[in-house]
């Protein structure tokens, strides 16, 4: 097991410094030019290159990558140039919203996904079966946004049980509190769950028939074991491998993907701060917030392999 870690974590290794590489070159070839963006379309070509000099934005490409990944190692990430601020406290303040956004989301995805999965497997090429499966397919198809606007027209609109937008805030010195925070996020998470939810249901299904199959359910059953003991007793965690594969994918697909339903509901989230650091050129903020989501998806993906073994006792370190 000594040894598959230290690959595990020689791979991670590898591929922050590829994803690093391949996010600085990216926002390199872009168009268009930092300082001029800043000091607008009518700024003296003398103004524009000294405020090109100041920011750094005159030095070699690779003199700028280096003191970049520099930077990375010791948590110095460097001034915005839009908001003239560290780029670490913009990150971190907006990490306060978009990880339990992306948390809650999952936490509704996993719940109705395997109750889904499960309960579509139990019965299954029948109504019940058809019935899910169905729904799992309409909500495949439904983008996120489309369903967040819906959300805004019944229950922010019609019903007005939730604001429309915005976020109160964690404390309730911000004006908010944990409950006020939670409502706020409830109707994003729900955006966000539907299609990944839809996604792991039909994994989920699939799974557990697949394991339906082996000996041992059939012997659980001749034991006298209830239905819902085997399934969810015996049936589910030998069925969980390919589940928390996709689940850990998924994760990382929804911390990427708040980068529209927080612009729907006017989130000030990680997704909402690069969709405006684009907006105003500021690359040193694009190129952190890139780097950080990247991270987080190859870090979730080393956590699943780690999770295999623990799941699952009978695979090996040379099987994973």
């Known amino acids: 097991m000594s040894v598959f870690l230290l690959k595990r974590l020689l791979t991670l290794i590898a591929t922050l410094v590829a994803t690093s590489a391949v996010v600085f070159v990216v926002l390199e070839i872009l168009p268009g030019n930092a300082a001029q963006v800043l000091m607008g379309p009518d700024a003296a070509p003398e103004a524009v290159q000294a405020l090109a000099e100041q920011l750094g934005l005159n ?8 003191q970049w990944v520099q930077g990375l190692l010791v948590l110095d990430l460097g001034d915005s140039y839009a908001y003239g601020s560290p780029v670490r406290d913009l990150v971190l303040e907006r990490l306060a919203l978009t ?5 809650l989301a999952m936490l509704i995805t ?10 579509a497997a139990s019965r299954h090429n029948r109504w019940g079966d058809v019935g899910v499966m169905g729904l799992a397919q309409l909500g495949i198809a439904i983008p996120n946004f489309w369903f967040a606007i819906l959300l805004i ?18 404390t309730e010195d911000a004006g908010g509190g944990f409950w006020a925070a939670l409502k706020a996020l409830l109707l994003p998470a729900i955006s966000l769950a539907v299609v990944q939810a839809a996604i792991l249901a039909r994994i989920t299904r699939s799974a557990v028939l697949e394991v339906l ?4 359910v059939r012997t659980a059953r ?23 594969t996709v689940m850990g994918l998924q994760f990382a697909n929804l911390l990427a993907g708040t980068i529209v339903v927080e612009n729907v509901f006017f989130l ?7 969709f405006q650091s684009i907006a105003n050129r500021d690359l040193i903020v694009v ?17 699943v392999d780690l999770l295999y073994a623990v799941i699952d006792p009978r695979l090996k370190a040379s099987d994973l």
């Open 153 to 170: 027209l019944l229950f922010s609109v019609k019903l007005q049980w939730f604001a429309a937008g915005g976020f109160p805030g964690w």
């Open 99 to 103: 990880v339990p956004l992306a948390v």
């Open 268 to 274: 000030p989230g990680l997704g909402r701060l690069i």
């Open 213 to 216: 199959r082996e000996d041992f």
């Open 222 to 244: 001749a034991k006298g074991l209830s239905q819902r003991a085997v399934l969810w007793g015996h049936v589910l965690r030998n069925a969980m491998v390919p589940v928390i």
């Open 59 to 66: 030095q070699p490409a690779w003199q700028r990558y280096l």
């Open 110 to 119: 996993t719940v109705l996904a395997l109750a889904a999965g499960v309960y």
């Open 287 to 303: 190129r952190n917030c890139v780097m950080l989501l990247a991270a987080m998806v190859v870090v979730v993906n080393f956590i």
